[in-house]
């Protein structure tokens, strides 16, 4: 058959089980559990490097269960990140293989410069087994405690699934790393963090969509107690309004250009204007079944995900295709 290749915000899918989100306006968006110590800090100068930390959160997780920073409070694991070291994978999983612990360990260092220089470096680290780093004494593995799942897989099995699937992503990263344009001469912009509490966000799964301008639009109560509907914080305005008509409403995407916004509610797709707020239905209640995702995509299409497969539409009204079932 035909390879289909689709992301519905995998973040927001690894980070489901974690806590509050931080977002700011010069569009860093993510739970603070994958956040780098530049990022947590508010540094201006965030790097490429940046990227390799959460790579090498994502890792730590996998094998580890847990994050490498956990905390009750979005505050708590930012401060543990700033100052705490990560524990040591050999108390935690002995059969994780010593280069793949090295590897993560200098991915996870704080200091920028102490981490690998490219995704190609930490792939490369994670498949030579002669990879060595220490950059602080190790606890012996004979006093490690493994922590085991039940299931039937063994040991060396999932290792070795969980490492395929961490090369998989580490792949895709420098696939679009070599891709962005002038990636290497990025200027670091300002940035203003606010906070989108958890007590404000509706129960719903990808509740966030950021504009390229720094919009945010979230699904949410406000805070007079309303909603929840979608609600939108705009760049060059601390205070969030309610888009008119958007009562239950999920998964919403921002058009390339900024000026409109999808969104799945009642069973429909619509979109809405943002300036004058006309709404438009792009797929009819029942038309595509169950949706759990929203996609406004830079072709002109609004691509959606759910029980019935994978489909997607004109963004000016149309017919519907299914991509995948």
């Not at 690894?14 to 993510?30: D, F, H, K, N, W």
């Not at 990636?183 to 404000?200: E, Y």
Request: net charge negative; proline share 7%.
């Amino acid at each position: 058959g035909q390879p289909v290749v689709a992301d519905f915000g995998i973040a927001l899918a690894i980070s489901a089980a974690g806590g509050g989100r931080l977002t700011e306006t010069g569009m860093s968006v993510g739970t603070p559990h994958y956040m780098s110590p530049e990022q947590a800090s508010a540094d201006r100068d965030v790097s490429a490097r940046s990227d390799i930390y959460a790579l090498g959160c994502v890792l730590y997780e996998m094998l580890a269960g847990d994050p490498p920073h956990t905390g009750s409070t979005a505050q708590a694991v930012l401060m543990r990140i700033l100052t705490e070291d990560p524990r040591d994978l050999a108390e935690v999983r002995r059969s994780v293989p010593e280069h793949v612990r090295d590897a993560v360990t200098k991915a996870l260092e704080k200091l920028p410069a102490d981490r690998f220089e490219s995704a190609e470096a930490f792939r490369q680290a994670l498949t030579d087994e002669s990879f060595r780093y220490t950059s602080r004494p190790r606890p012996r593995p004979a006093t490690a405690q493994p922590r085991e799942q039940g299931g039937g897989w063994t040991r060396d099995t999932r290792t070795r699934a969980l490492l395929g699937v961490s090369l998989l992503l580490l792949a895709a990263l420098g696939w679009l790393a070599l891709r962005a344009p002038g990636a290497g001469n990025v200027v670091p912009q300002p940035s203003h963090r606010f906070l989108v509490t958890d007590s404000l966000l509706a129960p719903n799964d990808a509740t966030l969509a950021v504009s390229a301008d720094g919009d945010l639009v979230y699904a949410g109560l406000g805070a007079d107690g309303e909603g929840p509907r979608l609600r939108i914080r705009r760049a060059s305005n601390p205070r969030a309004t309610a888009i008119p008509s958007t009562s239950g409403a999920g998964f919403p995407t921002f058009s390339p250009d900024g000026r409109w916004l999808a969104f799945n509610a009642d069973g429909q797709v619509r979109k809405v204007q943002l300036t004058t707020g006309t709404q438009i239905t792009l797929i009819p209640e029942g038309g595509v079944g169950p949706i759990f995702s929203v996609e406004w995509a830079s072709d002109g299409t609004v691509i959606t995900a759910g029980e019935g497969g994978i489909h997607r539409v004109p963004d000016t009204g149309g017919e519907t295709e299914q991509v995948s079932e």
